[in-house]
């Protein structure tokens, strides 16, 4: 589990302490807030707002009233919640765009110590370079490259998911929404997992050798 923890140090520089812009900050925070909420609302309507579920209850509740309601009625009803709960998930999916977007153009306006390709590069040639903080370089480089991955993910989860967004106006491309569909759903399976990975490794580098690690990046992190 040692090479998933975050490195608080700059591996360039041992003796100074990582540190994160505003702007970064920001993003990160934002982006937790944007995936928990899409992430719950699939949770919702593979759950609660589920089709046969809900017309089920719907169908039960109206004949209690006195109302007979038929399947197709009651399906009709639940598919409609449904939607109104997808609807609030494909919002959520233009706000994850729009920070994927601000992300990108971020990292031209990062300081050059702070810039995520920059950072990358320096702990692979750290890596590479000398035995002295040699494990230390290659727990930064792995968390680099989880990151990068995540990235990666985050990409086609927007291309995937502004694809089944405006399927109508895509409809040449029809044939392959199944085929997008399951790439969607399975990246998002991926993000669960990064998110489980990245809140262990904080964890245990929180109980290690990085103590601070999560309240820097909240106050931007401190010099030693």
């Known amino acids: 589990m040692t090479v998933i923890e975050p490195v608080k140090m700059d591996v360039i520089h041992p003796q100074k302490n990582k540190k994160y812009s505003p702007s970064l900050r920001l993003w990160h925070w934002v982006n937790l807030v944007v995936i928990s909420g899409s992430l719950i609302t699939v949770l919702i309507n593979s759950t609660i707002t589920d089709d046969h579920t809900t017309s089920s209850l719907i169908k039960t509740e109206l004949q209690k009233s006195g109302v007979n309601a038929s399947e197709d009625q009651a399906r009709s009803a639940a598919h409609a919640l449904s939607d109104s709960v997808w609807d609030i998930h494909v919002y959520f999916g233009y706000c994850l765009a729009g920070l994927l977007v601000f992300r990108l153009i971020l990292e031209f306006f990062q300081l050059a110590d702070q810039k995520f390709i920059r950072q990358m590069k320096s702990a692979y040639a750290k890596f590479n370079a000398i035995k002295k903080n040699r494990e230390i370089a290659g727990r930064e480089l792995t968390v680099k490259l989880i990151y990068a991955a995540f990235y990666l993910l985050l990409v086609i989860l927007v291309i995937t998911g ?51 690690i999560v309240s820097d990046m909240i106050n931007g992190g401190n010099e030693n």
């Open 162 to 212: 502004l694809f089944l967004a405006f399927e109508d106006a895509l409809a040449a491309y029809k044939s392959i929404r199944h085929s997008v569909k399951e790439v969607h759903s399975f990246c998002m399976y991926l993000v669960l997992a990064f998110i489980a990975v990245h809140l262990a490794g904080v964890f245990l580098a929180e109980r290690k050798d990085s103590k601070g």
